[in-house]
């Protein structure tokens, strides 16, 4: 009887080889492996249509006071920062000029009276009258503009924010003074011609303004332009603040919230989105048969955790929250579950 004696290194080497050319075959004859995706189901939802606009703080309204004429300033009354009130004096000029303007004002009016009475009885002509009556009514003009404007008042309440001049300048182009109403305070916003049937007069809207933090401030719509800007579609609005206690004051920095109504829209996690790289587009996946398909989708507004969604995906529908780096369009996934996790982990200590 002959033995056949095989070295330890022998038998080692057989069974490397009957492993590997198993593990080939399994490979050959093996499945690709699915991606695995989480995806959740959504559903339209009402959701309040919020317009956001930034704006600067302006005076309800702005005067600037002057005069016609030049002339010296006798006493400017008031100074930035004073409140006054409407019909009150806040300049007085130099009215020197005043009583020999008035003085020839009165000659001429003797003039005129002597012409009309020597016409009347025929020892003038109605030219004459009718010359010196023009010449006479121009300087009456010029006078009473003159006595006006020795004494310049404010036509509204407010307060003063720029004088110009000194005690003893005389005026030039410039106002002597700029009065600007703060009560209440107006801010105006581009709103988009899309929202145009949706503001209207009276609406209520919040104003937020940073050197006040989160502080909410009530305000309405006081005035719709009628007409759109070609060039940027948009049309003016005008938002009125009470501004009682005049803590608002133009030029500060806000922030305009209105709320334009309700609209039924798809809502899906944040999770959801995807963002094309190179693009400002947005897409999600959405899962249909054992395929996610890539939908190009329009964003509404963030709503905490979610976004709404003005188009691009379908009501009931099953979007990828988990898994989109190994995702592309029309190609088959597989569901994440508790059993399919269990199954992997199996697999891979069998694999081990």
Do not use: W
């Not at 121009?138 to 509204?156: D, F, G, W």
């Not at 009065?179 to 049937?197: A, D, L």
């Not at 609209?263 to 395929?291: E, L, M």
């Amino acid at each position: 009887m002959k033995y056949i004696y095989l070295s330890a290194a022998t038998i080692v080497l057989g069974l490397m080889a009957s492993c590997s050319s198993n593990e080939k075959a399994n490979e050959e004859t093996a499945e690709p492996t699915k991606p695995l995706v989480k995806v959740e189901t959504v559903y339209e939802e009402d959701v309040p249509q919020i317009a956001n606009y930034t704006a600067t703080v302006e005076a309800y309204k702005t005067n600037n006071i002057t005069t016609s004429t030049t002339n010296r300033i006798k006493k400017i009354l008031v100074d930035v920062g004073n409140y006054v009130s409407a019909g009150q004096t806040v300049v007085v000029l130099d009215n020197a000029n005043i009583d020999q303007m008035k003085l020839r004002l009165d000659n001429q009016k003797v003039d005129l009276d002597r012409a009309i009475e020597l016409f009347e009885i025929g020892g003038g002509t109605k030219q004459s009258v009718d010359q010196l009556r023009t010449e006479y009514e121009a300087y009456k003009r010029q006078y009473e503009n003159m006595v006006e404007n020795t004494r310049l008042i404010s036509p509204i309440n407010g307060v003063v924010t720029a004088r110009n001049y000194d005690n003893g300048d005389m005026t030039g182009q410039n106002p002597i003074l700029t009065i600007e109403q703060i009560r209440p305070v107006k801010i105006v916003i581009n709103v988009s011609e899309q929202e145009f049937t949706k503001i209207k007069l009276g609406m209520n809207v919040d104003v937020n303004l940073d050197v006040y933090g989160e502080e909410v401030f009530p305000a309405k719509v006081s005035l719709i332009h009628p007409t759109i800007d070609p060039a940027t579609r948009t049309f003016a609005t005008e938002i009125n603040i009470n501004n009682a206690d005049q803590r608002i004051r133009p030029g500060m920095f806000a922030r305009v919230k209105i709320n334009l109504g309700e609209s039924r829209h798809i809502v899906v996690p944040d999770r959801a989105i995807v963002k094309q790289t190179g693009s400002g587009n947005r897409y999600v996946y959405v899962y249909n048969n054992g395929k996610v398909s890539f939908n190009q989708v329009e964003l509404g507004q963030r709503l905490g955790d979610r976004y709404e969604l003005v188009s691009g995906v379908e009501n009931n529908s099953q979007v990828v929250v988990s898994g989109q780096n190994a995702l592309a369009d029309g190609i088959d996934v597989e569901l994440y579950n508790d059993t399919t996790a269990t199954n992997a982990a199996n697999d891979s200590i069998i694999n081990k």
